[in-house]
């Protein structure tokens, strides 16, 4: 069973930057595209951004276009989620999740989830 841990969320001053990872222990995490969704309470589960299983396609959700950058690094089998000019509506738990090859934007679509990493943007 592939089990995805998220680490690297905080207490960030607004215009501060994180970097949240994703990785796995026991299963290489190539086969897969991994998304990242994000969580507020009394929210929906939206989805942030996603990369291809080859790292060759990212996507975004248009609130984080110029703030958030996803990459992936095989050798460390670890997904990296880069986010720069935090803003306080930033603030949710965020989970990354995988599928096999292609990204979506459709929480649904994913079969494996981490337990998330909450990110608090407050001065």
């Known amino acids: 069973q592939l089990q995805l841990v998220e680490s690297g969320g905080g207490l960030v001053q607004p215009g501060g930057s994180l970097r949240l990872s994703c990785t796995t222990s026991g299963f290489p995490l190539g086969p897969y595209a991994i998304g990242w969704f994000r969580q507020a309470p009394g929210k929906e589960r939206e989805g942030v951004s996603c990369?291809?299983?080859?790292?060759?396609?990212?996507n975004y959700a248009d609130s984080m276009k110029g703030r958030f950058t996803i990459s992936r690094d095989f050798a460390k089998n670890t997904v990296y989620l880069q986010m720069s000019s935090l803003k306080p509506e930033d603030t949710a738990v965020y989970y990354c999740a995988a599928r096999v090859m292609w990204c979506s934007n459709r929480p649904d679509v994913y079969k494996h989830w981490g337990q998330g990493t909450q990110v608090t943007v407050s001065s």
């Open positions: 990369v291809s299983s080859s790292g060759g396609i990212t």
